[in-house]
């Protein structure tokens, strides 16, 4: 897989860094001509290459060979830097799928299909989410939104007195639109199947509609 990742500092470094391990073809494009330089001159991260480019501008972001990306993601500190890469990648270069970085909160309801965003990621609403799903039982957490909001992943910590506790997963009925998607159980990951048993404790992992959350939400938690 190809992947072209327009943002050099650290969370791009990183990324590129982890996905290079993985055996991936991954091209850092970076504005700061000097950090590009000093980045080929150490040799990391390893198997990366470095772009010195503008990935706001068409002519420039191109020689990254953004035709050929499976997926770019758009990283930089810069919200507006962000959606204009994110669009440019979809509309002028038609790669396949687009994340990008959300740094400020307020700015995550322009991060959708209309600028060619098919995941974004939120850290401080990721953060507040993960820090719900440790203390939250009862109730369903939103962890990430993809395909512009179209489809989310969610979780929710069954309390004893759930309706679902002591049921299958094919006698729940869920909403079609929905799925359970893994089961945390005792700090071990079950792989959901029809005849799964849910019981009271387990972190349930699902992914579902906005339609159909609140039908989730109902026979999962009441």
């Known amino acids: 897989m190809r992947v072209v990742i327009a943002g050099g500092g650290n969370v791009g470094t990183f990324i ?3 996905l290079a391990k993985a055996g991936h073809e991954v091209v850092i494009v970076e504005v700061d001509a ?16 470095w772009i010195a480019a503008d990935g706001c501008e068409v002519t420039e ?14 990283v930089t500190g810069d ?6 890469i994110s669009l440019l990648a979809k509309q002028e270069f038609a790669v396949p799928r687009v994340v990008a970085r959300v740094n400020n909160p307020k700015n995550e309801w322009m991060f959708n299909e209309m600028w060619g965003v098919d995941v974004s990621v939120s850290t401080p609403h990721l ?7 440790a203390v ?11 395909e512009g909001g179209r489809a989310r992943l969610s979780e929710a ?33 079950i792989v959901p199947r029809g005849d799964t048993v849910l019981r009271g404790g387990d972190e ?17 938690l009441g």
């Open 136 to 146: 939250s039982v009862g109730s369903l957490v939103r962890l990430l939104s993809f």
């Open 34 to 49: 000097d950090r590009v330089a000093e980045a080929r001159a150490q040799g990391e991260p390893a198997g990366v290459e």
């Open 16 to 18: 590129a860094e982890d």
């Open 204 to 220: 349930v992992l699902v992914l579902t509609t906005p339609d159909a959350e609140d039908d989730v939400v109902r026979t999962l």
């Open 157 to 189: 910590t069954l309390a004893p007195d759930s309706p679902a506790n002591g049921k299958d997963l094919a006698e729940m009925g869920l909403p079609r639109d929905s799925t359970v998607v893994a089961i945390i159980r005792d700090d071990h990951v």
């Open 127 to 133: 953060l507040t989410a993960l820090v719900e799903e």
């Open 61 to 74: 972001f191109a020689r990254a060979g953004v035709d050929k990306a499976d997926v770019v993601a758009a």
């Open 79 to 84: 919200d507006e830097d962000n959606l204009v």
